[in-house]
């Protein structure tokens, strides 16, 4: 999809820090919390729930009541006349929530609307599935704990998620060496982010967050990501691959996480109305979507890259920043090498093969951090991509004019 009337409003956004599988928020109801959140980080703009035309959420983890999903939230927050759609598309959710809004923004039902899209997800104390199966022994239901096990079990390709990446590594020859210079390089580049008390995630993160399970007393605070492993090239050297003849070990891949992020999506006219600084726009400009061979997942980021590109009519060459969903360092130095460009020219600030994964929200905490980035450079395209469970990848281009 191509899109000419699209806009982010600069700083009507926002992010959580994102906290390790069974941290913080591992006994918060998720979409509870990221209404909560939407709702301070909206009132801190000077932002009324009543301009909204309609809400998409991202959320794949199912919890108490997500049945309702997006209209319970808007009305959670406060707009109980709007509704919208309730989208789960793996690590892809934030690009789709993201493209689908832009489209609704595009087709105009609403003259000039505007779209509160919120992504959340809690990968802590998920679900734990009994399906009945009246065929069974003694009529035993089939079981399914949701996250671990669709981590662990694509039921097409019949491969785990980190297989997916041993079939790449070995395929491009990517070794565990090459995977333990992009992680420490990662690491590196998430410090630049922490600098002069993390100014970088300043501009967008809702930092000190209260733990306010009840409403009625604040159980504890969370200032920045939980569950960042200290990562020196001496540690790495250390560990060994987790698949027998594998290359990828633990410091090649992420970790699961809980965490919820927010954004607007309107028109030009609109954005300009309630942006915290009208003088930088963001235009959205692409969305695509990607799928390899089977069980190679890390590589469809380069389809749905090289789709968005062309939709945006850039090259890689016109790019100024790369934001990708990491879930593995195979996934950048297999995408480096096929888009002929530097590991290095790719995820300042940091990326989800540092602070974790918590699925939903992963996409748009990186678009929302390529935004700032951009604005930081002067402005120029940016590429975000991340890759998803099928084997499949979305990517996004925008145009910050600053």
């Known amino acids: 999809m191509r899109f000419s009337n699209t806009h982010i409003p600069y700083g009507c956004y926002w992010s959580t820090p994102f906290c390790k599988w069974q941290g913080s928020y591992a006994n918060l109801h998720p979409l509870k919390f990221a209404a909560q959140v939407a709702q301070s980080a909206l009132s801190a703009r000077h932002i009324s729930p009543d301009i909204f035309d309609a809400l998409h959420l991202g959320t794949t983890v199912p919890s108490k009541s997500s049945f309702y999903g997006a209209p319970w939230v808007a009305a959670m927050i406060g707009a109980e ?11 892809a959710t934030s690009a789709r929530v993201i493209a689908g809004a832009a489209f609704e923004t595009e087709i105009g039902n609403d003259a000039d609307p505007a779209i509160l899209c919120i992504t959340t997800d809690r990968t802590s104390n998920g679900p734990h599935i009994v399906y009945p199966n009246p065929h069974g022994p003694g009529g035993k239901g089939d079981a399914e704990d949701w996250v671990w096990d669709n981590f662990n079990s694509d039921p097409f390709a019949r491969n785990s998620m980190l297989q997916t990446a041993e079939n ?31 100014a970088f995630q300043q501009r967008y993160m809702v930092s000190p967050l209260e733990i306010n399970p009840t409403g009625h007393k604040v159980i504890g605070t969370v200032g920045s990501d939980e569950g960042i492993f200290p990562t020196t090239a001496a540690g790495l050297k250390k560990l060994k691959p987790l698949m027998p003849d594998g290359t990828v070990t633990f410091g090649g891949q992420t970790f699961p996480a809980d965490g919820n992020a927010g954004m607007i999506v309107t028109t030009a006219g609109r954005a300009k109305d309630c942006s915290t600084n009208p003088d930088i726009k963001v235009k959205l400009l692409s969305f695509a979507q990607g799928r390899a061979k089977k069980s190679f997942m890390p590589a469809a980021n380069v389809p749905a890259s090289t789709r968005a590109l062309k939709l945006a009519d850039i090259s890689i060459t016109d790019v100024k920043a790369i934001k990708t969903h990491n879930p593995f360092a195979v996934n950048d130095v297999y995408f480096a090498r096929e888009m002929g460009i530097k590991k ?53 281009v925008v145009e910050v004019d600053s």
């Open 81 to 91: 006349g709007i509704t919208g759609p309730t989208i789960g598309q793996a690590c």
């Open 168 to 198: 790449v590594a070995n395929e491009a020859g990517i070794s565990t060496e090459e995977q333990h210079e992009v992680a420490l390089l990662r690491y590196q580049q998430y410090q630049d982010a922490l600098a002069d008390d993390a």
């Open 344 to 396: 290095e020219a790719m995820n300042n600030y940091g990326s989800s093969l540092i602070w974790g994964h918590p699925q939903g929200p992963t996409g748009m905490r990186l678009i929302i951090e390529l935004i700032e980035e951009l604005t930081l450079l002067g402005g120029g395209y940016g590429l975000f991509t991340g890759c998803a469970a099928g084997d499949t990848a979305a990517a996004i």
